[in-house]
């Protein structure tokens, strides 16, 4: 009868078990010191051998010859029916996943009230995905983790530990825990040399690697696909027998793709991507190699050494890494990385792939991270500005305006006018030495207060008329001109400011040149007030002798505190008013409404 090589070849000892020493050394050594706990919980990735070292294990404890080092015999009855997954009353296998309910856990709570059958034996039960139980079975199975009936061990294997923890993280602390670790690609072509050398089968190294890749860190995995490329023909192992068998998508496919990018062919992707499509390859498989080749090549572009490559592809690589930067590599595999999340799900793997590979292709047209950066910290500085570049593709500097305007009031610096559209945008206003005070204030006068400082208040971008056209500061102008200010705030990017000013209403203009705006709250209130140089600077392209701005807020009244004695009173006063007779009455007579 025909055994799959996965279970033909499970280990049969500690020792068998590949890379998982620090696990089998572990539980060896328990046994053979008789120090063997009663829960154990294995967790690892899928194939890493978490259902096979609780087997052997079980092996362990009730093997016939009882060797003295801890390792099963593994040719006694007892070890070859555990070995082969044959029932036994000793050694109990659950999959949690379809026995993952309460009355499946309180029936293995019972079952483990017997003891073995033999006063040398242990009763093992082994629960495979047990993260698949439900909180509440954990909770059954809490007492007997806590106080197990003697002779009777536990052992738990999961692939998602921290499902367990949030269902029922008790439970953690009454299990000895061992991680298994990933068998890499090295360890995975020794096994499968050694396995079909067994089998009398001849293969070629490459296509052990090729097997060791696809099977992505799980022996039982590549075990599998072995059998499957076995079943394709007969003969030796080669690496276009593995790509037939498999799926997979040949080196010089991909290849031809990078060079698609390389020289940046964006419109070539199409076709390219829909001829491999028509050959009906797995676009999952496809995006994997590719990332796999972008990894290659970036070890390479570093100086580095790529690990698990052909020879042939290596050679390849290395003739192109003069043809891009490693920068560029970087953005090409963090763009695959946000991408793989949605791509695994997405019923447009095509329409994916091929943009992703049109982004690669046109990554010469974007624009460097540190361009950017130098051109926004220049800006302020009379520097070359950002989108600002003349006919000869070289930015000019900004012409900052030379005049600046002075005040009827003692010369002091006001800001520069708006500038047309068509004209050299001009330098920021700079600040006086003495800032314009704003203020808010509840009823009757108003409280002055200084305005929030701002580093430099940008000039505010509106169509208004030229400095020859403005006009002296009068309440009735201001009035009639208001909307148009509040619209040059928002065009000048502040658009919360401008939606606190549509709020507000012009109230008066003193002689000193304070403007006073009403507001309904102290909320729109404190906006106005610290973005007053912006408000400031937009009444000045309109209205000439424009000094401060002053903001009155009515303050919100304050909330009155309910007491047993408040409330009493005011259903008091409800009565007198709906009832002038019984108002009377409780004048006359004392009376008092009990709550």
């Not at 590719?290 to 570093?302: G, T």
């Not at 290596?314 to 695959?336: F, G, I, N, P, S």
């Not at 302020?380 to 012409?399: D, W």
Request: hydrophobic share 45%.
């Amino acid at each position: 009868m025909f055994l799959a090589l996965a279970r033909k070849y499970r280990p049969k000892s500690f020792a068998a078990v590949a890379v998982q020493s620090h696990v089998a050394g572990t539980l060896k050594g328990a046994i053979a010191r008789g120090r063997v706990a009663h829960g154990y919980l294995l967790c690892g990735p899928r194939g890493t051998g978490k259902t096979t070292l609780a087997r052997v294990l079980a092996m362990a404890l009730n093997c016939e010859r009882k060797p003295a080092d801890g390792e099963p015999c593994g040719e006694c009855p007892s070890c070859l029916r555990i070995w082969s997954g044959a029932a036994t009353l000793d050694v109990v296998e659950l999959d949690a996943a379809s026995n993952r309910g309460v009355d499946d856990a309180r029936d293995l709570r019972e079952r483990a009230q017997y003891a073995p059958t033999g006063e040398d034996r242990y009763k093992v039960y082994i629960v495979d995905e047990a993260h698949m139980l439900t909180k509440d079975a954990w909770n059954a199975l809490l007492k007997v983790l806590e106080e197990p009936p003697p002779r009777v061990v536990f052992v738990f294997a999961t692939t998602e530990p921290q499902k367990i923890a949030q269902a029922a993280a008790p439970v953690l602390s009454r299990l000895q825990r061992f991680d298994l670790k990933r068998i890499g690609p090295a360890d995975v072509r020794e096994r499968l040399a050694a396995v079909l050398a067994a089998e009398q089968v001849e293969a070629e190294p490459e296509a052990l690697a090729m097997l060791a890749r696809a099977a992505d860190g799980s022996m039982r995995d590549a075990l599998s696909l072995t059998d499957q490329v076995l079943a394709w023909g007969d003969g030796t192992l080669t690496p276009s027998r593995v790509r037939d068998a498999l799926g997979l998508v040949p080196e010089d496919e991909t290849l031809a793709l990078f060079d698609l990018v390389l020289n940046r062919r964006a419109g070539d992707v199409f076709a390219a991507v829909g001829r491999l499509a028509d050959h009906g390859v797995d676009f999952n498989v496809l995006i994997a190699d590719f990332s796999d080749l972008l990894r290659a090549q970036l070890a390479l572009a570093l100086g580095g050494t790529p690990p698990e490559i052909s020879e042939r592809l290596r050679h390849e690589l290395e003739a192109r890494a003069t043809r891009v930067q490693a920068a560029d590599l970087v953005r090409m595999l963090t763009m695959v990385v946000e991408l793989e999340p949605h791509f695994r799900r997405s019923s447009q793997q095509q329409l994916l792939f091929e943009t992703l590979l049109v982004r690669f292709a046109l990554l010469d047209r974007t624009v460097a991270l540190e361009a950017v950066l130098k051109g926004m910290s220049g800006a302020g500085a009379g520097s070359p500005a950002m989108g600002g570049s003349s006919s000869t593709g070289r930015a000019e500097p900004v012409r900052a305006d030379a005049r600046q305007g002075e005040s009827r009031h003692g010369g002091a610096e006001r800001a520069p006018s708006i500038v047309r559209e068509g004209e050299s945008r001009s330098a920021p206003p700079r600040l006086r030495d003495s800032a314009p005070v704003a203020a808010t204030a509840a009823e009757g006068p108003a409280v002055e207060r200084p305005a929030p400082r701002v580093a430099a208040a940008a000039p505010v971008a509106a169509d208004l008329a030229t400095p020859a056209a403005k006009l002296p500061i009068e309440i009735n102008r201001l009035a009639e001109y208001w909307d148009e200010i509040v619209d040059a705030v928002r065009r000048g990017g502040r658009g919360t400011l401008a939606s606190m000013l549509d709020h507000a209403t012009p109230q008066g203009v003193s002689g000193a040149g304070a403007v006073t705006l009403a507001v309904d709250t102290e909320t729109h209130a404190d906006t106005i007030t610290q973005g007053a140089e912006f408000v400031l600077s937009a009444l000045r392209t309109r209205f000439t002798g424009v000094e401060r701005l002053v903001v009155k807020g009515q303050q919100a009244a304050p909330v009155e505190r309910l007491t047993e004695e408040s409330v009493l009173a005011r259903r008091v006063a409800q009565l007198r008013k709906r009832d002038p007779l019984l108002g009377a009455a409780i004048d006359a007579l004392d009376l008092r409404l009990i709550p």
